[in-house]
């Protein structure tokens, strides 16, 4: 008995098999529908970018919600007719507030905003509750480096103390403490870190004797003398293992009346409102001046995040010159908006004598420049 094959399944030579066509549609449908659940589903994953785009402007001789942005008591201050304009950036993204690939797109054709991966913004493992709090302590320090700077351009007078703010290593974890003052190396007192760290590589490896101003729990202070090692850095520097942090008494009370901003970057302009205030005339005279930079207690201009951004604020809030930190020119080059004059400074000394000098007419294109 021979067993027949259904007659549909017969091919004769050169015929192909064939799928009913009902039954294709139907697949390709389905496949489709599933891509774009795929492709809906992936536009709103969470991204590891984030967003920079420019934000609140603050003029430093102004006021903010009803209170100065700098008020100076403990010595004689005198108006100013200038605008010292700090600038903000907002920031999208990062930690537990991830953005989406949507928004990420809008961003990369908005000539105003940058994206960045978020990795040089929020270090990896910070939270961002971690890296807000980190941006207000950065804020609060600044303002105690601009004082310091401020004082120094004017050859006044104040105190400063290196601090043990944390430790790194376990090698002095017995013998200081957090908030420790130091005083002297082997009997020498200390007055700068790099006089510091001089003194530490020319002793070597030899245990030696710190002298710190410690607190008591009341936060009166006592002198005292402990015993301290160190280790060898990758580069060969003596270090004692701790992180350093420091203190400052001045002899005027400066105050800063802006919330909800932080970072280091505004040092430099709260810096030159305090010159101004503390000296006759207006710095820049009348003529509208924003900028941004990282501050130290010697004045020294530092880099900073989101340089297009702030110009582009700068801009906006009616600015015809922006200082900007000569490290940050690089990045300045080529998003310039028309009509801005973006002067490249190192020091506080070179900002302040720019515009000193813009105040007494000079062309703010006579100076260097980003562009």
Not at 64 to 69: A, C, L, P, Q, S
Not at 196 to 224: C, F, I, M, Q, W
């Amino acid at each position: 008995m021979h067993v027949r094959e259904p007659q549909d399944s017969t091919l004769e030579p050169g015929d192909s098999a064939r799928t009913p066509q009902g039954s294709k549609t139907i697949k390709r449908t389905s496949a489709g529908i599933v891509a774009l659940l795929l492709i809906g589903v992936m536009m709103f994953l969470p991204t590891n970018f984030m967003i920079r785009s420019p934000g609140p402007v603050f003029n430093t001789l102004g006021e903010d919600n009803g209170h100065d942005v700098v008020s100076i008591k403990g010595a004689e201050t005198y108006p100013s007719d200038s605008v010292l304009d700090l600038l903000t950036i907002y920031v999208q993204g990062g930690g537990q507030n991830r953005i989406t690939i949507p928004v990420v797109l809008e961003a990369l054709i908005n000539p105003t905003k940058d994206v960045v991966p978020e990795e040089t913004i929020i270090s990896r493992g910070v939270s961002s509750v971690e890296k807000n709090e980190q941006n207000d302590f950065m804020m609060t320090s600044s303002q105690d480096l601009a004082v310091a700077a401020a004082l120094t351009e004017l050859d006044e007078d104040f105190t400063e103390w290196l601090t043990v703010a944390e430790f790194s290593t376990d090698t002095n974890e017995k013998a200081l403490e957090p908030k420790d003052r130091l005083l002297k190396f082997e009997g020498k007192e200390i007055t700068s870190l790099k006089e510091l760290k001089s003194d530490l590589n020319s002793h070597g490896a030899e245990p030696a004797t710190l002298t710190v101003g410690r607190p008591d729990k009341h936060g009166v202070y006592s002198n005292t003398d402990v015993t301290v090692n160190t280790t060898e850095a990758e580069n060969d520097d003596r270090q004692l293992g701790v992180y350093l942090g420091a203190e400052y008494e001045f002899p005027i009370d400066v105050s800063f009346g802006l919330e909800n901003v932080g970072g280091p970057s505004a040092g430099m302009m709260f810096a030159l409102a305090i010159i101004d205030r503390l000296t006759e005339g207006s710095l820049a005279g009348d003529v509208h001046v924003a900028g941004t930079g990282e501050i130290t207690a010697d004045g020294e201009v530092k880099p900073i995040g989101g340089i297009a951004q702030k110009m582009v604020a700068a801009k906006n809030a009616g600015a015809t010159v922006f200082l900007a930190p000569a490290d940050n020119c690089a990045e300045a080059v080529g998003r310039v908006p028309d009509g801005l004059n973006v002067i490249k400074v190192s020091t506080l000394s070179q900002a302040r004598q720019a515009l000193e000098k813009i105040s007494k007419g000079e062309d703010p294109k006579t100076f260097t420049t980003c562009e």
